[in-house]
């Protein structure tokens, strides 16, 4: 004797799955945070800019301090810092008509830390802040 299969309804298979809906809105959240650390990522994948951002995390630097110690033409270090600033990465400081640069959060700090002892500290090359 065969044993009659009972067809499941349609409506208490999809009932039974975890519903696409309720996952959307964390999808979204981490879609966004995703987009935001690969912005954050392309802006410390330009050499110069990664250059500028670690010598900002040892203390706020004007632009001719930066051009000095780069040997990098100032109309580059300018352009670079512009972006840096656009991406909120550095936040600047006016005294009179100098302009001062620094770091703009702790989080940065971490990462540039970071970064500086996987490829630099190791090597004795450069100081960065602690």
Do not use: W
């Not at 954050?40 to 630097?61: G, N, P, V």
């Not at 770091?103 to 490829?119: G, M, P, S, T």
């Amino acid at each position: 004797m065969t044993k009659k299969r009972h067809a499941i309804p349609a409506e208490e298979i999809v009932d039974e799955l975890p519903s696409v809906d309720e996952d959307a809105p964390e999808l979204e959240k981490m879609v966004r945070k995703a987009r935001d650390a690969s912005d954050f990522l392309k802006a410390l994948a330009h050499e110069t800019r990664l250059l500028l951002l670690c010598y900002l995390s040892e203390r706020e630097r004007t632009v001719t301090e930066l051009e000095n110690i780069l040997s990098i033409r100032q109309p580059t270090i300018s352009q670079q810092l512009a972006r840096l600033r656009l991406d909120g990465l550095v936040t600047t400081r006016r005294d009179g008509k100098t302009i001062y640069y620094t770091i703009a959060d702790e989080k940065l700090h971490r990462v540039i830390n970071i970064i500086y002892d996987i490829f630099c500290r190791e090597n004795g090359i450069g100081r960065i802040r602690e």
